[in-house]
């Protein structure tokens, strides 16, 4: 008799469990996503993809969509001085010169990641409340009185996660003590500027990049700046274009001319969180940011998540109804020690970005050599480690 493979339900319908999604789907999986929010969205702002989870993205059948709507970014790709002086090229394939380096708007990513999934898998309106296990049927429950039962429940609800106390005993994420500005500004605004480039300024606590997104033309920007205590309260909230203006005011004069252009913008607050001991804990388990939010400084978040998703899925096609708790945990190994490297490598990157240095050389010399860390995290294959895990569970 064959076994049956475990039900799964994914609650937040981010680029995480959106992503998830539709690699359980494509290992023949039964998965429903709820999202709290009554219909899928993101912010106006990019994400930025690297060859680890594109590589996944193909792997699902997401690669065409990810050249239509991404913006391939390319070998002029750098690093500068506040003032504009060059210090070192970004690096933008792995090891093999692989180039899947994307730029993608948000709202783009969410809604091909959704139109991939088939028709009823995403509930909308549905904010979980409360996780409980009975027996060996999991359940969430929502704050519209609904709920649902599956053989397994991926939190994948964000940094402020709502099942992650589930867990493990609450915590609060830490406020890092900057923001992000962030938003787009149309090509045609300012055709001067490179679409094929992903340009970042770094200076002294602060730093200021692009890429573009939407096959070019939307230019994102994120200008990174230290916070005060008002600004912690409000994690995300609209900010004023005349303050981020002022906040990069004498740096390179090319930041001024796309700023210029900067007719409204959003502000966030970040957050770091240390590497979480557990991820799992009988027929629930965590995802992205839920798992591990981390710093935006090696643009990984989502990437991770990608991976994660890919993880979850290639061992719970192995697994039965029986085994899935032993899966989760298979999977909860194979990951937390890779996106804890991560995380920590987003912190000591900040460090470099916002000039934490007493000699500028070095961190110069330190930005130059960090390419070889790229490659080695871009090189990364999650399949044949989750394919390992699986066969370990039979
Ligand atoms: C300034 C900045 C720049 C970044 N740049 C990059 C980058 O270039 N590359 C990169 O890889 N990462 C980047 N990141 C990180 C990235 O945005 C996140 O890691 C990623 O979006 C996490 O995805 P997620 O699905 O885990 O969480 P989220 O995107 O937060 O999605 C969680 C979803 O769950 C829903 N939800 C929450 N609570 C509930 C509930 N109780 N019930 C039901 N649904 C719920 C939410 O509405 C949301 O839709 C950046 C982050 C910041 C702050």
Do not use: C
């Not at 999986?29 to 993205?57: D, I, M």
């Not at 790709?77 to 504009?84: A, K, P």
């Amino acid at each position: 008799m064959v076994e049956k493979q475990p039900s799964v339900v994914v609650v937040g319908g981010g680029i995480g469990g959106l992503f998830a999604a539709n690699a359980l789907v494509a290992q023949g999986l039964t998965v429903s996503v709820y999202e709290q929010a009554p219909a899928l969205g993101e912010v106006g702002a990019g994400v930025f993809l690297t060859p680890n989870s594109v590589r996944q993205l193909q792997r699902v059948g997401l690669g065409p969509s990810v050249e239509k709507w991404g913006a391939r970014v390319g070998s002029g790709s750098h690093y500068f001085r506040h003032d504009g002086a060059p210090i070192a090229p970004v690096q933008v394939t792995d090891s093999s010169g692989w180039n899947a380096t994307f730029g993608m708007h948000r709202a783009d990513f969410v809604e091909f990641l959704a139109a991939a999934l088939p028709a009823g898998v995403v509930h909308t309106g549905h904010r979980a409340t409360a996780f409980e296990q009975i027996g060996d049927v999991a359940r969430v429950s929502f704050a519209n009185g609904a709920a649902a039962e599956a053989d397994i429940v991926v939190a994948a609800d964000g940094i402020h996660s709502e099942l992650r106390p589930y867990v493990f005993p609450p915590s609060r994420p830490v406020f890092h003590g900057s923001v992000a500005f962030r938003g787009v500004v149309p090509h045609e605004r300012i055709a001067h500027w490179p679409a094929d480039r992903w340009l970042m300024w770094l200076g002294k606590g602060k730093h200021f990049l692009t890429f573009p997104v939407r096959a070019g033309k939307l230019i994102n920007y994120v200008g990174f700046v230290p916070a005060d205590q008002e600004m912690k309260e409000s994690w995300s909230a609209p900010g004023d274009p005349n303050v981020l203006r002022a906040e990069f005011a004498g740096w390179d004069l090319r930041i001024g001319s796309l700023l210029a252009q900067v007719q409204a913008t959003f502000r966030w607050a970040l957050y770091d969180r240390e590497p979480l001991p557990a991820w799992t804990k009988g027929r629930l388990t965590l995802l992205g940011d839920a798992a591990h939010p981390m710093l935006p400084h090696l643009g990984q978040g989502a990437n991770q998540s990608i991976e994660d998703g890919m993880a979850l899925a290639t061992i719970l096609a192995r697994a039965n109804r029986q085994t899935a708790p032993a899966a989760l945990l298979a999977y909860e190994r194979l990951r937390r020690e890779r996106v804890a490297q991560v995380q920590r490598g987003a912190r000591e990157n900040g460090m470099r970005y916002d000039s934490a240095y007493s000699d500028l050389g070095v961190r110069d010399a330190e930005i130059a050599a960090h390419a070889a860390f790229r490659k080695t995290l871009y090189d990364h294959d999650v399949v044949p480690g989750a394919q390992a895990a699986a066969a370990a569970l039979i």
